[in-house]
């Protein structure tokens, strides 16, 4: 009997080739954690995305980080939600808790046809914990689809500590109720302007 080839992988379940958010922890900051957060450098990000077939990363500053620990030095870290939150009608008050996240002021900001959204991208960093209820997938899945899976970003987070590797959020991500279309358009979204 003639062997069959398995089908390729659709577009869906290869690996995308960016993760948008990425962070490099030195001894000096991973200190500041008191040991719950251990140092993690540029070499051992890079095997972790070779692992996972992900050629492109996008690094951010721990500095948001180190400004939970020292906000009197760093003021500009605890100023981050009120920056996405003046995007809502009703303020950083907002009053409907599923929705008192960036992600949630932003799709309804885009929704309301909010020109100051226009431009603007979401990376999925930490929504879909490999362990997350089903109603919290619901609504994170609800939620790529107001902002727009064309101005979605994958990104995996620290790969540090109890944070997925970027192998490991790819396949928490993919647990969503989203489609395999919705899958392969995130997956392909590269803001090559900010790699």
Same mark, same amino acid.
């Given at each position: 009997?003639?062997?069959?080839?398995?089908?390729?992988?659709?577009?869906?379940?290869?690996?995308?080739?960016?993760?948008?958010?990425?962070?490099?922890?030195?001894?000096?900051?991973?200190?500041?954690?008191?040991?719950? @957060?251990?140092?993690?450098?540029?070499?051992?990000?890079?095997?972790?995305?070779?692992?996972?077939?992900?050629?492109?990363?996008?690094?951010?500053?721990?500095?948001?980080?180190?400004?939970?620990?020292?906000?009197?030095?760093?003021?500009?870290?605890?100023?981050?939600?009120?920056?996405?939150?003046?995007?809502?009608?009703?303020?950083?008050?907002?009053?409907?808790?599923?929705?008192?996240?960036?992600?949630?002021? @932003?799709?309804?900001?885009?929704?309301?046809?909010?020109?100051?959204?226009?431009?603007?991208?979401?990376?999925?960093?930490?929504?879909?914990?490999?362990?997350?209820?089903?109603?919290?997938?619901?609504?994170?899945?609800?939620?790529?689809?107001?902002?727009?899976?064309?101005?979605?970003?994958?990104?995996?987070?620290?790969?540090?500590?109890?944070?997925?590797?970027?192998?490991?959020?790819?396949?928490?991500?993919?647990?969503?109720?989203?489609?395999?279309?919705?899958?392969?358009?995130?997956?392909?979204?590269?803001?090559?302007?900010?790699?």
């Amino acid at each position: 009997m003639p062997r069959r080839s398995a089908p390729p992988p659709s577009a869906s379940q290869v690996a995308p080739p960016a993760d948008h958010h990425q962070h490099l922890f030195s001894p000096a900051l991973a200190a500041l954690y008191a040991g719950s @957060l251990p140092a993690i450098t540029a070499e051992e990000v890079v095997g972790l995305l070779d692992a996972a077939g992900i050629s492109l990363a996008l690094v951010l500053s721990g500095a948001a980080q180190a400004g939970v620990f020292l906000e009197e030095l760093l003021p500009a870290a605890a100023a981050v939600p009120v920056q996405v939150a003046h995007l809502a009608d009703t303020g950083p008050g907002y009053d409907d808790p599923p929705a008192d996240t960036a992600m949630g002021v @932003l799709a309804e900001a885009v929704e309301r046809g909010d020109p100051r959204t226009d431009r603007l991208w979401f990376d999925v960093a930490t929504i879909a914990p490999p362990a997350m209820w089903p109603p919290n997938a619901a609504l994170a899945a609800r939620r790529i689809r107001q902002v727009g899976v064309g101005r979605i970003l994958y990104g995996s987070d620290a790969a540090a500590g109890d944070n997925a590797r970027p192998r490991e959020g790819w396949a928490a991500f993919r647990r969503l109720p989203l489609d395999d279309d919705e899958f392969a358009r995130i997956a392909s979204n590269v803001a090559t302007h900010l790699l």
